[in-house]
């Protein structure tokens, strides 16, 4: 085959640092759009953003030429260093170590679109450690949930 192609959508979720409350609605007002630009840039044009004050989801495709790790990498990387341009405040600023990718079917993506689309109501009556439990059990990613939140 003389060219690669693709179609691998991938569903990202990470969280501050000791899941702090950092994330406020101004910033996070900000910071998606620059998260679109971080990912259009490497030519994954971004599908969806979402979160709340302490953890972020993203819907995207995967380009070819770039991988999973590193995608996240670059995105926690770029946007911790303008998050803490933003004010004084933010100088503590840090994601976690880890993530968690999730591949998505073509036709799943509308609906985890919508449920990206409506964290903050989804947050209301879970939290973000019972929901990441919840996804990775729902895609039989094994985890000891001793350690699953246990960061330096």
Known sequence: MPQSLSNISIHIV????????????????????????????????????GGTENHIHILCPLPRTISISKLIEDLKVVTSKWIKTKSPTFIN?????????????PGHIEIVSSYIENQEAHHKGVSFEDELCKL????????????LFNEN
Do not use: M, V
């Open 14 to 49: 990470f969280s501050t640092k000791h899941r702090q409350n950092w994330l406020t609605k101004e910033i996070r007002h900000e910071l998606y759009p620059y998260i679109a630009q971080i990912l259009k840039n490497k030519n994954c044009c971004s599908c969806k953003i």
């Open 93 to 105: 600023f840090h994601w976690q170590t880890g993530y968690a990718a999730f591949s998505i079917s």
């Open 136 to 147: 990775l059990n729902k895609y039989n990613i094994p985890f000891d949930q001793r350690y």
